[in-house]
């Protein structure tokens, strides 16, 4: 810690020396500004304040800031709620809703000041118990815990029960009441169904006899859950004509933190593909400081592009503008997004071989079907074509275990001590596998490993031998020990095509 920070927290620390004070509360109060804990609830706060600016006056709806959380993080983190139920009404529901909250609040204040010299006792207790709920909600989820609500009703049934008759309405005689009752009668009602139709969806969702009949009637009758059903008819298989579309082009508009994925591939299953790419891009914006959709992004950009292993993919091939293009353009704005996180975004190893082809297929000039096949079935490594995702100078498959290297934007690297760096990668295709180290002084690379294998480099720096490679997921490293002051212009990994 530096000096000045040291000085300037000393002059912040009370002395606490009471004996009754247990150390934790102690601890708790000195480093309020610095505890992690309340630290990331401000975060909370912060951001659910942001998506209320999105829907100020009526909020986001129920659920609003769970959902809706992950579109305005500057860094990824996980929570339900804001941890302040006055912030997260405020997003949920807008100021009208914040409103009616509050009025429960006031109600409850001035029915106490109106009873509080006939009932002392009772309004004693019960005013210590209404602050203790309002007073709580401002650090803690205790109004969306499912186990304190009963009892936060009851307290408030109590108020009503013992200090109501300050509050009684003054109507008139033949009215009776119905003006105040018809409507709440009316609202219950109308829950009352609603909440019935949820339940029996999920009885039927459950139930011995789920077919995708069952899914479209959970959807047309449950105003709750609707888009879970319409998602799980489409994941399976379900394709009825008018409502497999209607239920995409729904769940299309819907802002989740957990449909894009899922969406994209059932629209690359059937062959939508630029619904599908539509679909990412939206999806990867909203949840944008979520890593792992990310990595779904390009696991699905691969599944829908490389051909190996499928047929259908030569003819997105065709389209460099509208498939690969708009494919490193994503890659692009991960990068730029990078740089704005307060964490980095990180892909996978396989992430980052199918990236790396990528980016080569995307460089060739003039373009050539002939030979983005050839790169997507043969390549493995080349470090000219590397991704660079945290736009640190680094490739991400790239790790310097010993020593320090500098590397530089052609994918050549200067080792500037004795150093030892290893490149990750994974495999899509069986066969034999050729290594080159290109480089003007080739006995500055003292040792070179394909995974365990020690590898022979002739003069040209190609390996002697061919290693054999089993299509896998599994990652496997090139591990290459290099002299200080030695400069690796590039490395590829590339399958044998003459053996292919």
């Not at 630290?39 to 809706?68: K, W």
């Not at 029996?200 to 069952?214: K, P």
């Not at 020593?403 to 034999?432: C, E, H, M, P």
Request: charged residues 20%; contains cysteine; negative net charge.
């Amino acid at each position: 810690m530096k000096p000045q920070h040291t000085a300037a927290r000393r002059a912040a620390t009370w002395k606490l020396g009471y004996k009754l004070l247990p150390a934790f509360i102690a601890d708790r109060i000195q480093d309020l500004s610095a505890n992690g804990n309340v630290v990331q609830r401000g975060v909370y706060r912060q951001d659910a304040l942001r998506l209320f600016a999105t829907s100020p006056i009526i909020g986001r709806g129920l659920g609003g800031f769970e959902n809706g959380v992950v579109s305005v993080q500057d860094y990824y983190y996980e929570t339900k709620h804001a941890h302040n139920h006055y912030v997260e009404v405020l997003c949920n529901l807008g100021v009208l809703g914040l409103l009616a909250y509050l009025a429960v609040l006031g109600t409850a204040i001035w029915s106490f000041v109106k009873s509080r010299k006939a009932k002392p006792l009772i309004v004693m207790l019960l005013a210590a118990c209404v602050l203790q709920m309002f007073g709580q909600a401002t650090t803690d989820v205790i109004w969306s815990v499912g186990g304190c609500l009963p009892m936060f009703f009851s307290v408030l049934a109590l108020v009503t029960l013992y200090c109501g008759d300050s509050l009684r309405l003054k109507v008139p005689e033949k009215d009776k009441g119905t003006a105040v009752r018809a409507p709440l009668i009316a609202g219950a009602s109308i829950f009352i169904i609603l909440l019935g139709l949820n339940l029996f969806a999920q009885i039927s969702m459950y139930g011995e006899n789920l077919t995708l009949d069952t899914l479209k009637n959970c959807a047309a009758i449950d105003f709750f859950e609707a888009n879970d059903y319409k998602l799980s008819y489409l994941l399976s298989g379900g394709n009825e004509e008018g409502v497999a579309d209607k239920y995409a082009a729904d769940l299309q508009k819907a802002e989740s933190n957990s449909i894009a994925v899922p969406l994209a591939q059932y629209y690359a299953r059937t062959g939508q593909y630029d619904a599908a790419l539509d679909t990412l891009d939206k999806g990867a914006a909203y949840v944008r400081a979520d890593a792992t959709v990310w990595q779904n992004v390009f696991t699905i950009y691969e599944a829908m592009i490389d051909p190996v292993g499928q047929m259908g993919a030569i003819s997105l091939l065709q389209d460099k503008a509208q498939y690969i293009d708009r494919m490193k353009a994503t890659y692009d704005k991960l990068r730029a997004l990078n740089e704005e996180q307060l964490d980095n975004l990180m892909l996978t190893a396989k992430n980052n071989t199918f990236l790396g082809k990528l980016l080569a297929v995307s460089a060739i000039e003039p373009y050539e079907m002939k030979s983005a096949l050839s790169i997507f079935s043969n390549m493995v490594i080349d470090t000219a074509y590397t991704a660079d995702c945290d736009v640190d100078g680094t490739p991400d498959s790239a790790q310097t275990v010993e020593g320090a290297v500098a590397w530089n934007s052609d994918g050549s690297f200067t080792a500037q001590a004795d150093s030892v760096v290893r490149l990750t990668y994974t495999i899509k295709s069986d066969g034999d596998y050729r290594l080159t180290v290109q480089s003007g002084d080739l006995s500055g690379v003292t040792e070179v490993y394909v995974g365990e294998t020690l590898v022979a480099l002739d003069s040209a720096g190609n390996s002697i031998a061919l290693n054999n490679e089993i299509e896998s997921d599994t990652e496997n490293t090139i591990t290459m020990r290099v002299k200080q002051g030695t400069t690796v212009d590039r490395i590829l990994y590339t399958r044998n095509s003459e053996n292919a």
